[in-house]
């Protein structure tokens, strides 16, 4: 059952032991409260994460009417800041309601919030997974001319995760910021937005090193033709991961694409790089192919849970698809691109 409660007690979470206070939030810096007439900031007050726990909360919000009229609102600068350790912070517009559900303000607290399938259509607004001291704000300008839109009312769902364990440590609690700028471009060019998963991952202890796990996205404009413009990716996987890379694709050939057309890549699984400064150019129905590589280690705490979490029940302590940081693996894809199309096919 879902477990919904007021995002005002966002900054009041009850936890065991008596942990010491999160710091104060200037434990983020550079992502400053925007005015009205700049924009609209998020931010999700200071908590704790203890110490062996992974948190993952999913914050509703509505967005508000900048304008004043109701009228729509062009975003063209992101600024994202969350504190060292955060996992990922995921924006996602709010779509079918599967067992996920919120309304302005709510929060849910972990539960269906780990789900992925609860948010399988809802479309990605943006993303950051920098939290280290050196780097504690994603500030992204979209290309000239482009921008996100907006509709005042509409529900967004802001997904953080923090992870206090074995592979990753958050010392100072968790905590998020977010500004909106609002564009002054008078008729932008709608930027897309692409958020996919490859759930068929198993690395096993009598197979360490797997071949790559592969997923190819096609984008199709609604005139059938055209071309369409890369701008921003990552990607996303677990404490096993090896390297990350993502290629532009044609949306035609079954190769593998050779490595000289390779447009990111992140040998980082706590820390990956977010590459902002593209124009890539695919064709109608061509777009991106990406590659996951993997490694298998023993798991800190032994193999029960994670043999416990394999659909096969194989017995050979194999990570599969799930969201847990320590027991499980992802090979997640986020990727930016103009024009807009809602024709996206993913394999």
């Known amino acids: ?14 936890v065991a032991c008596d942990p010491p206070a999160p710091k104060p939030s200037e434990a983020i810096s550079g992502v400053e409260e925007l005015t ?3 924009g609209w900031s998020i ?5 704790d994460v203890p110490p062996g726990v992974e948190v993952q909360d999913c914050y509703f919000f509505a967005f508000p009417d900048l304008n004043g009229d109701g009228s729509p609102v062009f975003i063209d600068h992101f600024k994202l800041g969350q504190r060292t350790g955060s996992h990922h912070m995921n924006i996602f517009r709010k779509n079918t309601v599967v067992h996920l559900d919120g309304k302005d303000g709510d929060l849910v607290k972990g539960g269906e919030c780990r789900i992925s399938t609860n948010w399988s259509d809802w479309p990605l607004v943006v993303n ?16 000239d001319g482009v921008a996100q839109k907006f509709t005042p009312g509409e529900i967004l769902m802001v997904q953080s995760h923090y992870v206090n364990a074995d592979l990753q440590e958050t010392p100072d609690g968790g905590e998020v910021r977010a500004n909106f700028y609002k564009s002054a471009l ?7 937005t692409l958020f996919a998963t490859q759930q068929s991952i198993r690395i096993c202890r009598s197979n360490p090193t797997p071949p790559p796990f592969d997923g190819a996205c096609g984008l199709a404009s609604d005139e059938g033709e055209g071309t369409f413009h890369l701008a921003a990716m990552n990607g996303h996987f677990h404490g096993r991961g090896t390297s990350f890379q993502i290629y ?8 593998h694409p050779t490595e000289d057309s390779m447009i990111y890549e992140s040998t980082e699984w706590d820390e990956p790089p977010m590459t902002i400064d593209l124009d890539v150019q695919v064709p109608n129905n061509g777009g ?27 017995g050979d302590c194999c990570y599969t698809f799930g969201n847990s940081a320590e027991l499980a693996e992802h090979c997640n894809v986020f990727a930016y691109y103009w024009p807009k199309t809602e024709n996206v096919f993913c394999n």
């Open 128 to 143: 950051t997974q920098d939290s280290t001291p050196g780097r504690p704000a994603v500030d992204w300008t979209l290309p």
């Open 1 to 14: 059952m879902r477990h919904l409660v007021a995002l005002a007690a966002a900054a009041a979470f009850v």
């Open 288 to 314: 991106i192919w990406w590659s996951c590589n993997y490694e298998w280690r023993e798991p800190e705490g032994g193999c029960d849970e994670v043999n416990a979490r394999d659909p096969q029940q194989a």
């Open 186 to 192: 008078p008729n932008p060019i709608e930027m897309g």
């Open 248 to 255: 532009p694709w044609d949306g035609v050939t079954l190769d």
């Open 36 to 38: 009205q007439q700049e």
């Open 43 to 47: 931010h999700i007050p200071p908590f």
